[in-house]
């Protein structure tokens, strides 16, 4: 989970998979995966945030503290933990 | 009589419609879970009287906790659901909303935050959404009144809908609704929004979190010493003192009937500190010397808790609240508990698991000085330096993190990880806000003025009878050599269950030193909640854990005392 994998895109682009704790702040992507069982899946849903959508990264508290992510008029803070296992497609330039 | 529920997501102004609709005064703020009960109410649509009731909300009707639970269970024994949605977060509302179609029940949806659908460049056809969803739609503002009156009108239309969809097609079906219905047009962020990503970020957000707190509390103790000193010590000393003076002669300025109504004359003069009369004492002490504190803390938590400042600060301290064993949402009952231990410990409830709600309870109740006490410890520790009350709170603080890492270390299982929807900024509306503090402050004044009077009563009762005396006899050894306290402290710590801040008020005859003032305030605060917070805990906790935390408070504050007596000079 926590090494960075490399996939082919529909245009060809190598999109980098990496997990929400990981990617830098400002950052966007689109999740890809959320490998964290039916817990968190579910929890994410029903804040709207699923597989398919575009979230923005807005924050990491220091020493893997909370994340915070932005999805549409939604914020969430998630213990870095949970933010380990959701993994997102950065967006191209990102 | 017609049930009318009212349901929706957390933090999307059920409890403010509720208000609104019943006149009744349900304490709602910006952030989730600040409902953990149903509340009840009454209100009129035209001729008829219906019951209204305050869900807690819920993202879902597959409960994931307690609160949401509760929720499924409530909807059963609903006629009607006024469903309560974020225009501005419409997508993620109509989750709910199609689950409780498909219950075929009828509903309303109140569309709430209509006016920030605006500045948020988001338009909503919402009569094109009564038509596809086949039952009406409202826009309204709760906290504005905007729109209210319609929805009213509009409960007597609410009917099972006709709308089918595939279960698991249930976010396909949202995401075309909302392309239908919503139009969202680009714009800049806004001042709120960009505040709001400084105060998450650590660089940023720590500097806010020192200014926020540093203004907090210069606001706090500028009005509270302001109230005090231009307002309930003038009226107290000029217009009731001379009042009491008289009556003291009519009652012949001794006897145990004066001095139960009046006290004891202190050089012929009231002294409304010391004289410890129902009249005298009983009334200086919540109304003049703790209410303005009380009011002056409510107001900026208040405050806070509207503009949607605490789940950002609950982000920011999750890691440190990590190694108490809870995380950062659990700040709520130790901010609540600086006001009241009773509601702080009542929103432990927004925690997950039975462990983090014993933690959170016990260094809420053991290190958590309400305002009362604290008002009265700053008034009399305060008059012997800052230093004093520095050692008092400082010494609070290091027990707080402490007996958490202590509980964390020995209690089996694990802090579960934080999860919590941040609210956007909302600058507090005028009339929300007051009325939530007024709520509070009728709620102190209900809860503390019988209890402080039944508290001076008790005093002259137990004095009478020497019980205070006799107590102080037995305990001398642990009282005197360990905590190094005048054997009278003793009364302060019996009158200490009942309330704290007449328990402060007994140290002031007793003519402590510096260091015993701050012993005797630490272990004030620490070894025993008041009552009403026992009564509450029990409720909470259950009887066993009860026993456990009340056996953890009286030894914590039996060894903090006695290392206070050794360590402090003087």
């Given at each position: 989970m926590s090494e960075t994998k490399v996939d082919m895109n529909k245009e060809g682009f190598a999109a980098k998979r990496i997990s929400l704790a990981q990617m830098q702040t400002g950052q966007r992507g689109k999740i890809v995966?959320?490998?964290?069982?039916y817990g968190l899946a579910r929890k994410l849903d029903a804040l709207?945030?699923?597989?398919?959508k575009e979230i923005t990264k807005i924050s990491a508290q220091w020493m893997r503290g909370p994340v915070l992510l932005r999805q549409g008029n939604t914020q969430a803070a998630l213990g870095f933990g949970m933010a380990s296992k959701v993994l997102v497609e950065l967006d191209e330039g990102a | 009589m017609k049930k009318i529920l009212l349901m929706g997501?957390?933090?999307?102004g059920k409890s403010v419609v509720f208000n609104r609709f019943t006149g009744a005064n349900v304490i709602a703020s910006?952030?989730?879970?600040?409902?953990v009960e149903f509340t009840k109410g009454s209100m009129r649509i035209e001729a008829e009287r219906a019951e209204l009731i305050d869900v807690p909300g819920t993202y879902?009707?597959?409960?994931?906790?307690k609160a949401e639970e509760i929720a499924v269970e409530m909807l059963k024994t609903g006629?009607?659901?006024?469903?309560?949605?974020?225009s501005t977060n419409l997508e993620r509302s109509l989750n709910l909303t199609l689950q409780l179609l498909k219950r075929k029940v009828p509903v309303v949806v109140a569309l709430n935050f209509w006016d920030e659908t605006k500045h948020r460049g988001i338009s909503i056809d919402y009569k094109k959404l009564e038509e596809i969803l086949g039952i009406p739609c409202v826009p309204i503002c709760a906290v504005t009144g905007e729109g209210v009156n319609r929805l009213v009108e509009r409960i007597k239309d609410a009917k099972p809908s006709a709308y089918e969809y595939e279960e698991k097609e249930r976010w396909h079906e949202i995401g075309n609704i909302v392309e239908e219905v919503q139009k969202v047009t680009h714009r800049h962020h806004t001042f709120l929004e960009r505040l709001g990503d400084a105060s998450v970020k650590p660089i940023t957000g720590l500097p806010i979190a020192v200014i926020v707190l540093f203004l907090a509390f210069k606001v706090i103790r500028f009005i509270g010493e302001g109230l005090i000193g231009y307002v309930g010590k003038p009226i107290f000393e000029n217009l009731w003192a001379p009042l009491m003076l008289k009556l003291s002669g009519l009652l012949g300025s001794e006897g145990s009937l004066h001095n139960l109504i009046i006290g004891q004359l202190i050089n012929g003069e009231i002294d409304f500190?010391?004289?410890?009369?129902l009249l005298t004492t009983g009334l200086f002490?919540?109304?003049?010397?703790?209410l303005p504190y009380v009011f002056a803390f409510y107001l900026v938590l208040s405050f806070l808790e509207d503009f949607g400042y605490i789940p950002r600060v609950a982000v920011m301290v999750d890691t440190l609240m990590h190694r108490l064993?809870?995380?950062?949402?659990?700040?709520v009952p130790m901010m609540l508990g600086l006001g009241c231990n009773v509601p702080g410990a009542l929103s432990t409830?927004?925690?997950?698991?039975r462990r983090e709600k014993f933690i959170a309870a016990t260094i809420m109740a053991i290190a958590v000085p309400c305002a009362a006490l604290q008002a009265m410890v700053v008034g009399l520790v305060g008059k012997e330096g800052l230093a004093g009350l520095g050692i008092v709170y400082g010494t609070l603080f290091m027990v707080w993190v402490l007996l958490g890492v202590l509980l964390n270390r020995v209690l089996k299982g694990e802090s579960p990880e934080i999860f919590i929807e941040i609210p956007p900024y909302r600058i507090p509306y005028l009339r929300g806000l007051s009325k939530k503090i007024w709520i509070r402050i009728k709620w102190f004044l209900k809860e503390a003025v019988p209890f402080v009077l039944l508290g001076v009563l008790l005093v002259n009762i137990l004095y009478t009878l020497k019980i205070i005396q006799f107590v102080g006899n037995i305990t001398a050894p642990v009282v005197t050599?360990?905590?190094?306290?005048?054997?009278?402290a003793i009364g302060a710590l019996i009158i200490g269950f009942l309330r704290k801040d007449v328990a402060v008020g007994m140290?002031?005859?007793?003519?402590?030193?510096a260091k015993q003032l701050i012993i005797a305030s630490v272990v004030l605060a620490m070894y025993f909640p008041c009552v009403a917070t026992f009564m509450t805990l029990a409720k909470e906790l259950g009887h066993v854990d009860l026993l456990k935390s009340a056996g953890i408070m009286i030894v914590s504050s039996l060894i903090v005392g006695g290392v206070l007596n050794l360590i402090l000079p003087g």
């Open positions: 995966e959320i490998n964290g069982g709207g945030i699923r597989v398919g | 997501n957390p933090n999307v910006n952030y989730s879970g600040t409902t879902t009707l597959e409960p994931t906790c006629d009607v659901i006024i469903n309560v949605v974020e500190g010391q004289s410890f009369g002490v919540p109304l003049a010397a703790v064993g809870l995380h950062g949402f659990a700040i409830r927004i925690l997950e698991t050599r360990v905590l190094g306290l005048p054997k009278e140290l002031v005859p007793l003519g402590l030193t």
